[in-house]
């Protein structure tokens, strides 16, 4: 049987699963350092709901939480101790180039700059704008190029929940329909060029604002740390994206990480469980820890407690 | 003992049966002079091998391919009947039982009937493997006995062995057949479900590619039902943008070579630069990939501001032009193997009627090579439609329904990558049509490759 | 053996050859030839397989040039120009000399294009009409006019092999050569349109002067006014055809006329 | 009679007037002539031009990072630190299985010392002001370098209480900034190292404390996330090597019998016509789908394991398959005739004169072409990302079963990393060892060409 | 033509052909042959080309198998044993029916294993000094020992067309065939290297059946003590070699000979 901790899914998650595999692998003489592979949340999970045997894997990391749909795939596989641990938060951000403007964004900005029609004067108009200044005149003067993950990645949804659709929803006029018209409304996009959507990983969206001076993209915390010198940061409702603020909850563009361990495997496949509890212990990603230092956001002690107290007892889904 | 062990052991016994037929021949041949052989000795052995291995490798694959089903059965009959629920709850309960047996993934408690069933399964597999040892070790005595007994002047022991190795060859042959076979069918069962979700009309003839995050606003629950537009005509036209750019840059570039290297270079030239320019076809496209996104893009952009264009980094300019160098090899092997192709007499008809070199090949040599040129361009144009790695790097991923190729855009190969490794849930549309683009892929190459195939046969026709 | 025998003196010279030498790579194809040929004779060549009548034929319209590793040495002239001069045009020059080859080699193209290729070539018509002409008057002189005029459209390749071989040799008297060369023209050919082209070839002798290399000495006595004998890459014996045939002066020429070899 | 040979140039007189035409044409016939020559020179020369341009712009790029910097340090192995028990060996009459519980334990005990400790006082001892800036200390030497010393302990615990003079890889960070890879006009806030290690490093390298050496780790060790300057290709490279051994062993016997069969034996009928087209048709599929063939059949049907390199190879031999069978079928084609009816007619069976005669002489063929589809494989990468490869593997693997990632995967990783300073750099690297690679089984097959080509 | 009038009665028959028909797919290409062949004779078969000759010959030893579309219909006997019978082994029969081609073809291998593998494929020679044995006699009466014994190891594409040729003959010598078929065996040689080989004919028949195809007739007319002059798939004529050279009875014959075409 094989004695190496298989681990899958989103490529946020893979920097942090993947030094913390290697830590652990440092760190465990006794155990094989676990392999992680990328494929995506949804290939994660679908590799992971396809059953029990050690040609499925352990452990599916995931930016999102699982969906009914597919824990009940689990389930009809044989999967049926599907253990939740949630590892952190990630912080998305919207980041310029380092030569261009400074933007002090709002949720609304952000809509007003992507939308395919806006409300002027009461009427819903096709969206007009063309440089940041003229949505408010505290924004730099640069034209509007907006650069946004493409709908395969998880990134997306954040940024539509907490970005577009909060700052959508600050309007009246849209405040005003029926509230099942709002979300088709809020995420309908302008279609002119002025939104692009990454489908491929952040070093595209950079790749696109060293292309064109006026883009914004948006991007994971971690790689914008690691890339100061080419990008700057924008703040979100005046808060500055940091660890700290992040943690605080007064940046709002961030979202929690998850891993899903299957709980038929723990026990058989040898450093399971102990790979598990070292990635949520405070060692691996708690504060000044390495995973902290790559980016990952840490858990507040209450919620580490209870993570590793869902992995002890096996508390599944 | 298991599989493994089993075909080892039939290895060494199909070298004591060779031995064992190469001896019985050479004695029958030399004790009476009068008898000639048929077949020389070592065909008598191998003949005796292989009688002697087939049967029971035949019967392995036969007993490996039913008795899990069989055992199962025994296995399910022996549970006490309450504990017996019907259809799908079956499997279920065989897993575990399978789990329990194996010593894996055992989770809860497990109860006294089924450990008696694990115990079961337990020594009914190993009584399988015991039976099928036996029985693979009396049938090999059996075949290696009585083709040893067969062995006479007059049996023609070549021809059975040379028809056990044509059916080894044709088996070969028939795996190209099996690929095909198996990619249609891993693709063809989740495109179904794929169009259970997406009309196939909305599919083939949409215009707008914006598949919704999967599960976005689900969670919400006010936009149930909103998947997102699937129109595969954006991914399309990026394809063929991109196809098309690399096709201006490779058609004139690979057939001038091609002519120049067919029809001017001196051998000299042509022995130290064929293996050059091929150098092209070799390198691996992820390395063209990062060419053209660290290289070629930022100097197309520079390239650009200095005309006043606004070309971006990652372009279907990129990403063509790239794919173009890419090609330049392709086209101008397979040119030059054409233009050779053209019977000499052609040439020389042409020339002693007075017309210069250029003059031959452009109205001779290439209008009787062009069907075999248009074949070799459809395989180009096959390759780029099916290039990957590059666009994944340089186009831009940007799924717009625009013919500027300046553009960033989107192609087929590059949105199943997209959408198989994002972060979709695997049962949505959004993961689905994965599948879905990459049949379609297939079939239009299929399609351009039949093409190119009957122009390219047709042109060979032509001078034999 | 002497020119002067073999010389007619009312006939003017055409092509003159003085020691020529052939090399493929090392190999030496042709041992030093020398040879008049006369205008509007038609003159045969005729020895056993590989002695370098086919070698000897390209030279005079240089398309050996077209073989890289072929060498030739020595003098060949033209109405006194020398062809192997730097400054000579090999285009122009051939079409002077104009070449019909052993299998009929039709370009794939209608017949009318067969034929006004040449001429379009070096731009001998520039009207349709003029073209037109050219086309018609060639097909008549190669006997091809009546088989095909009303086919000018559909491809040459579809001809019988006689009739590709005239279209060839009507594609070659299109651009008004002065010499043609023609290398074994009937050896892919039936006995019947054999006999067409030995005629069609008594004609155009009234307009061309014709070498013809020929492996059946048959027909070299059927065609030709006089007849050179190959053997080795040297010429043996070249002399009026019915002497060469019935009282050649060198064994040779009689050891391979009476089959005892080749 | 003798004519007078002249070297007579434009004899107008003696020409025709349709030859005075063909005259009259030349002039503009010949710069046609020139220019479309030129045009296929300038083809061959642009063509040339862009392999070059190609190789001077990943060598230029890649180059560099075959040196890493790395800082000389005298480590004290400081028994007070290093607290560990003996190292056990093993005893007679104990069980092998008894030992190696042994020996992990050991190894464990090991590994919960701090050897960063000893990095850290060896710093202490080149860089004056350390103890203000503790934290800075931190960043120099990158992280994987505690596991080396670790490991020289387990290796040989006799150091413990010497000191050892080690040249230790410096973090990516200071690698980027020692060779100007960043922008050092940047503010502090933009900068990815603090002023007090710029300033330490600078003068570090100026004291020859922190060299540019050859960097042997870049080729030794597997891929790292948590120490990125100590990434290496050695994982990707064995998960590629075994690949390759899976393809050679599968793809070129049954391609070879396939197109013997195809070629010598089959008769032409329908179905084969049907395999041919097939055959054809496979050479050109989009790689990309055999990744989705590879995903659902060999991982989903046949449970293969996940991102082992048997399931790449497996995939990898169905993609090399066609290739290996068009170029055997092309060089059987080649082979003449006469060879086989000689066999025959010496009362050789059909197989007897396929495998004496005609196989034999086909060898060189099929080696060039099985060696150039083994090189299309080893360059792949669009198939490998979707059937698990695309996996960060810690360890190199011992055996194809084993989790690994390939060089093309390697490639596609460090291209999309976020620290792209350094990165960029080690991708060009790790493409010139795709390339070279890729070169010399390119040169292989030439030389083979060349050495074995009979003529006849 | 009756098979009474050709038969020489003191001779043993080797091999009967009855009413032989081949297709080559729909089209015929021998309509209905019937020839006795005698032990130690050589027959020559002369005829245009195109007429049959290859095919017939083919016919003799079952290569014609080796063409998809080949079928053959009547009656052929080696012996008085069928070879078209299901029950023979092609593989036998080409071991005592061997078959020298037009073009030398050897092996490229060394000279010593172009003998060998014959006997060394039939189980012929079990030690290696029988096989040593059976290289030499097959050389030495294929007239080719002295040049080539000290290069035995050299490559046998490496010797002079005629070499080469008779390194085929002695090939296939070396597997003791009681016939010999050759096609057209001579015409890729020099005239030296055809006379070379004309004599070793001449002396083969001593042991072998030899059946000759050839487009030379003075070749036919020295070697042959029988010949069959073939037109259009049919056997016009066959008999003694002198009396179809001097006296054909048909006329077709007659033409052909003379020259009238081919
Ligand atoms: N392209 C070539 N390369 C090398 N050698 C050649 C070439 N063409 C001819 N030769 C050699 O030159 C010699 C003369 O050949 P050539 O073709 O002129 O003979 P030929 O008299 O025309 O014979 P045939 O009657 O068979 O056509 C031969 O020995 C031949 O092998
Ligand atoms: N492989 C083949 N496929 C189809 N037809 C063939 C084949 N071989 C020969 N033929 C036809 O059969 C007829 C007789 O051919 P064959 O080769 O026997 O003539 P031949 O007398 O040997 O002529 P040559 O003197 O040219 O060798 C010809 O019409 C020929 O076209
Ligand atoms: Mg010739
Ligand atoms: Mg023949």
């Not at chain 3, 090399?23 to 042709?30: P, S």
């Amino acid at each position: 049987t094989r004695d190496t901790v298989q681990v899958a899914g989103s490529s946020t998650v893979l920097p942090f699963s993947s030094i913390a595999a290697e830590e652990f692998g440092n760190n465990f003489a006794q155990f094989k350092t676990p392999v992680v592979g990328s494929g995506g949340s949804g290939g994660g999970l679908r590799q992971f709901c396809q059953g029990v045997g050690t040609n499925t894997i352990d452990i599916a990391n995931s930016s999102r939480a699982i969906r009914s749909a597919e824990l009940e795939t689990c389930k009809a596989n044989g999967v049926n101790q599907v253990i939740e641990v949630k590892i952190g938060y990630d912080g998305i951000v919207f980041a310029s180039r380092i030569d261009a403007g400074t933007f002090a964004l709002e949720p609304v900005h952000v809509f007003l700059a992507q939308a395919a029609q806006v409300p002027q004067n009461g009427q819903m108009v096709a969206n007009p704008y063309t440089r940041w200044s003229q949505i408010d005149k505290s924004l730099p003067d640069q034209a509007i190029l907006l650069a946004i993950p493409g709908s395969n990645h998880g990134t997306r949804e954040v940024y539509e929940e907490k970005v577009i659709l909060d700052g959508c929803k600050t309007l009246p006029e849209v405040k005003a329909m029926p509230s099942g018209d709002q979300n088709n409304f809020c995420l309908a996009m302008r279609t002119d060029g002025r939104v692009v959507e990454i489908a491929g990983d952040y070093t595209e969206t950079l790749a696109r604002l060293q292309a064109q001076k006026d883009a914004v993209g948006v991007f994971g915390l971690s790689f914008y740390e690691s890339n100061r010198d080419r990008i700057k940061v924008a703040t979100v409702s005046d808060v500055v994206p940091t660890v700290d603020n992040i943690i605080a909850g007064t940046y709002p563009v961030s979202r929690p990480l998850f891993f899903y361990v299957k709980g038929e495997h723990i026990g058989v496949i040898p450093g399971l469980q102990q790979f598990a509890e070292y990635f949520v212990s405070e060692a691996a990603s708690g504060e000044g820890s390495p995973l902290e230092a790559a980016g990952l956001i840490p858990l507040s002690d209450a919620e580490r407690t209870e993570v590793l107290n869902n992995i002890r007892n096996k508390k599944a889904l | 003992m298991n599989n493994f062990s089993l075909i080892l052991m039939l290895l060494v016994l199909m070298a004591v049966a060779y031995q064992f037929g190469m001896v019985r021949s050479r004695s029958l041949a030399g004790g009476n002079n009068s008898a000639i052989m048929h077949s020389r000795p070592h065909h008598y052995g191998m003949m005796v091998g292989l009688w002697a291995v087939l049967p029971p490798l035949f019967i392995m694959l036969l007993w490996n391919w039913f008795s899990p089903g069989v055992i199962q059965s025994m296995v399910l009959a022996s549970i006490p009947a309450e504990h017996l629920p019907d259809g799908e709850q079956a499997a279920i309960i065989m897993r575990r039982i399978s789990n329990l047996a194996a010593n894996f993934g055992i989770v809860a408690e497990a109860a006294e009937w089924e450990l008696n069933a694990a115990n079961y399964l337990q020594a009914l597999r190993q009584q399988s493997a015991l039976m099928l040892t036996a029985l693979m070790f009396i049938v090999a005595s059996v075949g290696l006995l009585l083709s040893f007994r067969k062995i006479q002047p007059s049996l023609r022991a070549r021809h059975q062995v040379e028809k056990v190795m044509m059916g080894l060859l044709l088996l070969c042959s028939t795996v190209a057949i099996l690929t095909t076979i198996g990619i249609v069918l891993s693709m063809v069962g989740e495109t179904l479900k794929f169009f259970t979700f997406i009309k196939p009309s909305d599919f083939f003839f949409g215009t707008t590619w914006n598949p919704r995050f999967s599960t976005a606003g689900v969670a919400d629950g006010s936009l149930t039902g909103s998947q997102g537009s699937f129109g595969l005509l954006p991914l399309l036209s990026g394809t063929m943008l991109v196809a098309f750019i690399a096709m201006l840059v490779a058609i004139p570039l690979g057939l001038m070579v091609a002519i120049y290297m067919a029809e001017y270079a001196p051998s000299k030239v042509r022995n130290t630069v064929k293996p050059v320019i091929e150098v092209l076809a070799g390198i691996p496209t992820i390395v063209y990939g990062f060419f053209a996104l660290v290289t070629v893009g930022p100097f197309l952009t520079d390239l650009g501001a200095m005309l006043g264009l606004t070309i971006r980094a990652t372009s279907a300019l990129t990403a063509g032009v790239v794919m173009g160098i890419m090609l330049i090899p392709f086209i101008s092997s397979l040119s030059d193997d054409i233009l050779t192709q053209v019977p000499k007499a052609l040439r020389d008809g042409s020339l002693g009627l007075g017309a210069t070199k250029s003059e031959t090949i452009r109205k001779v040599v290439l209008p009787a090579a062009l069907p075999g040129i248009v074949g070799a361009v459809l395989l180009a144009v096959s390759r780029a439609i099916g290039e990957t790695m590059i666009v994944v790097l340089a186009a831009g991923n940007s799924p717009s329904l625009t013919a500027n190729p300046f553009e960033a855009v989107s192609t087929v190969t590059v949105t199943i990558v997209n959408q198989l490794t994002g972060d979709n849930d695997f049962a949505s549309p959004q993961s689905l049509v994965a599948f879905a683009l990459g049949l379609t892929l297939f079939v239009i190459t299929l399609l351009l490759n039949v093409v190119a195939l009957v122009i390219v046969r047709k042109y060979r026709e032509q001078y034999e | 053996m002497s020119e002067s025998t073999v010389l007619n003196d009312a006939a003017k010279v055409k092509m003159t050859a003085r020691d020529v030498k052939v090399f493929y790579g090392t190999n030496q194809a042709i041992h030093g030839i020398d040879m008049d040929i006369m205008e509007n004779e038609v003159i045969a060549f005729i020895g056993p397989s590989g002695c370098g009548k086919s070698t000897f034929l390209r030279c005079l319209n240089r398309m050996n040039d077209t073989i890289d590793i072929c060498r030739v040495t020595g003098q060949i002239a033209l109405d006194g120009q020398d062809i192997y001069h730097p400054s000579l045009d090999v285009v122009q020059l051939r079409a002077q000399v104009g070449m019909v080859f052993q299998k009929p080699n039709p370009f794939p193209k209608s017949i009318y294009d067969n034929i006004a290729y040449g001429p379009k070539l070096h731009g001998l018509a520039s009207k349709k009409s003029d073209l037109d002409d050219v086309v018609e008057s060639s097909l008549r002189r190669a006997g091809l006019w009546e088989e095909v005029k009303d086919r000018l459209n559909q491809p040459g390749t579809g001809l019988s092999g006689g009739q590709q071989q005239r279209l060839c040799i009507a594609r070659t008297i299109a651009v008004s050569p002065e010499v043609i060369l023609m290398d074994e023209p009937c050896s892919a050919l039936d006995p019947i349109a054999t006999s067409i082209i030995e005629e069609l070839i008594a004609e155009l002798k009234q307009n061309f002067t014709i070498v013809i290399v020929t492996h059946n000495m048959q027909q070299a006595a059927r065609v030709s006014d006089r007849t050179a004998f190959f053997h080795l890459g040297n010429l043996i014996e070249l002399g009026v055809t019915n002497d060469v045939f019935t009282n050649p002066t060198q064994k040779r020429t009689e050891d391979y006329i009476t089959g005892r070899y080749g | 009679m003798t004519t007078e040979v002249k070297n007579l140039k434009g004899n107008a007189a003696t020409r025709s007037k349709v030859q005075q035409q063909v005259v009259n044409s030349l002039q503009k016939r010949h710069r046609q002539e020139k220019l479309f020559r030129g045009a296929g020179v300038a083809a061959v020369s642009i063509s040339i031009l862009l392999v070059v341009l190609l190789f001077v712009n990943i060598f230029s790029k890649g180059l560099p990072a075959f040196w890493q910097h790395a800082i000389k340090l005298d480590i004290y192995f400081d028994p007070a630190v290093v607290k560990i028990a003996e190292k056990p060996v093993q005893q007679a009459g104990e069980s092998d299985n008894e030992f190696r519980q042994r020996d992990l334990e050991w190894r464990s005990a090991v590994g919960m010392i701090n050897f960063n400790r000893l990095i850290v006082d060896g710093l202490q001892k080149v860089i004056p002001d350390a103890n203000e800036h503790r934290r800075d200390l931190q960043r120099i030497v990158t992280s994987g370098e505690r596991f080396a010393i670790r490991d020289l302990v387990i290796k040989d615990p006799s150091i413990i209480g010497s000191t050892q003079s080690l040249f230790l890889l410096t973090d990516a960070n200071i690698d980027v900034w020692l060779k100007g890879n960043i922008d050092r006009s940047l503010g502090d806030a933009q900068q990815q190292l603090s002023p007090k290690v710029r300033e330490w490093v600078e003068s570090l390298k100026a004291q020859g404390v922190i060299q540019n050496r050859f960097s042997f780790a870049l080729f030794m060790n597997p891929d790292s996330r948590s120490s990125l300057a100590s990434a290496g290709l050695a994982g990707a490279f064995m998960g590629s090597l075994y690949m390759m051994l899976v393809v050679i062993v599968l793809a070129i016997p049954m391609g070879v019998a396939a197109a013997i069969y195809l070629e010598e034996f089959a008769p032409k009928n329908k179905l084969t016509d049907l395999v041919e087209v097939n055959i054809n048709n496979l050479a050109a599929v989009p790689s990309i789908v055999f990744g989705l063939l590879g995903a659902s059949i060999f991982i989903g049907w046949f449970n293969l394991p996940m991102s082992a390199p048997v399931v790449g190879g497996l995939v990898l031999t169905l993609m090399t398959l066609p290739t290996v069978i068009i170029a055997t079928r092309s060089t059987l084609k080649a082979i003449p005739p006469s060879i086989r009816q000689a066999a025959l007619g010496l009362g050789a069976s059909k197989s007897q004169a396929v495998f004496h005669h005609v196989l034999p002489l086909a060898i060189p063929g099929i080696l060039t072409g099985s060696i150039i589809g083994v090189a299309q494989a080893l360059g792949e990468s669009a198939p490998l990302l979707l059937i698990g490869m695309k996996s960060f593997v810690a360890s190199i693997p011992s055996s194809a079963m084993e989790q690994s990632t390939a060089l093309p995967v390697q490639i596609y990783l460090w291209q999309g990393n976020e620290l792209r300073n350094f990165f960029e750099a080690r991708t060009s690297a790790a493409i010139i060892v795709l390339l070279a690679l890729m070169l010399s089984l390119n040169s292989l097959a030439i030389w083979l060409r060349k050495r074995y080509e009979v003529r006849w």
